[in-house]
Structures are given as structure tokens and as C-alpha cells.
């Protein structure tokens, strides 16, 4: 990146980039860890923190949709649509390539305006967000991101697999 690499994108894609990196790298131990112990894949995929909390699976995706979202939002581009089908770990790990590759497709110039892009989000009907693109990304879109693999690391590490802080970071 380069001193005129609009600043917002430096604050978002290498950010979503590097988080599901590490995010996929941590299914990967998980899937190799019910592998090694013949554990159903399953209870993992479908475990939660607690009862009122959505399950591993809806976690990645929730990410995933965060990462494309906000960056596509940003860049003013068209935010893509992916159902959430996913049941695997295989499937997970697609999704979140599918995002990468999304988010890398993304012309860097196109966030030169996102910091004053306004961004409406409607998460229900009749509600309506407004937000400066700023604010956007560091009120609301990074910490619902955060969240979401934070919450997918925590899941895992509960139940057992061994992991670390270097594994939830990724590759920087």
C-alpha cells in the first residue's frame, strides 16, 4: 500500500483479509481435530456458547457476510447476495474464499470517496441506519466483525481445540 491508498481502505480489506485468513485457519485445526479424536464434525459446526447464541456455522457466515458488506458498501459497489447453506467445514472454507476473492475484486480507487459515502443499512423493516462511511466501518461494521470471529474462535477453543492468539490473528 501506498500513501495514496485511500485510508479507509487500509482500515477494512487488509484488516478482513487477515482476520479470515486466521478464521479459516482455525476451522482447519477444528476439522483435523474431530478428524483426529472421531469426533462428528457436526457438534462442533452446530455448538454455541450458550443457548440464545447462533451456532458455530452461522458465525463464519455472519463474518464472511460483514467482510463483503462493508467493504462492498464502502467501495460503493453492489453488496453480493449468498445463501446460507453451508453444513460443512468444506463448505465454510468455500464461503470464506468466495468472500476473499470478492473483497480482492474490489478496485482500491473505488474507496477514495468512503469515508463521507453515505451507507443506509435497513436490518429491519421499519428501521433505518444512516452512517457516514467512517463511521460505518469503525462504529459498527469492524466491531460486528470482530465479533462474529471472535465468537467462531471462542466456540472452537471451548470445546476443545487447541488453539491460540496467533491462530485467531492470522497472518500479518
Known amino acids: 500500500m501506498t500513501a495514496s491508498t485511500p485510508v479507509l481502505h487500509q482500515a477494512s480489506v487488509p484488516v478482513f483479509k487477515q482476520m479470515l485468513g486466521g ?13 483426529a479424536r472421531n469426533i462428528d464434525p457436526q457438534v462442533f459446526l452446530q455448538a454455541r456458547l450458550f443457548p440464545d447464541m447462533f451456532a458455530l456455522l452461522r458465525q463464519v457466515q455472519i463474518a464472511c457476510d460483514f467482510a463483503k458488506g462493508v467493504s462492498a458498501r464502502l ?14 467445514f468444506a463448505e465454510l472454507q468455500a464461503r470464506i474464499q468466495a468472500t476473499l476473492a470478492f473483497i480482492d475484486g474490489l478496485p482500491t480507487e473505488a474507496f477514495a470517496e468512503a469515508a463521507s459515502r453515505e451507507v443506509v443499512l435497513r436490518p429491519g423493516t421499519p428501521k433505518e441506519r444512516r452512517f457516514a462511511g467512517q463511521a460505518y466501518l469503525l462504529s459498527y ?5 470482530f465479533f462474529h470471529v471472535t465468537t467462531a474462535y471462542a466456540i472452537l477453543r471451548h470445546n476443545g481445540v487447541e ?6 490473528m492470522g497472518a500479518f
Open 23 to 35: 478464521l479459516a485457519d482455525v476451522l482447519s485445526k477444528a476439522e483435523a481435530h474431530a478428524t
Open 75 to 88: 467501495a460503493g459497489a453492489e453488496v453480493p447476495s449468498v445463501a446460507d447453506e453451508e453444513k460443512s
Open 141 to 145: 461494521g469492524l466491531p460486528q466483525f
Open 163 to 168: 488453539l491460540g492468539k496467533k491462530d485467531y
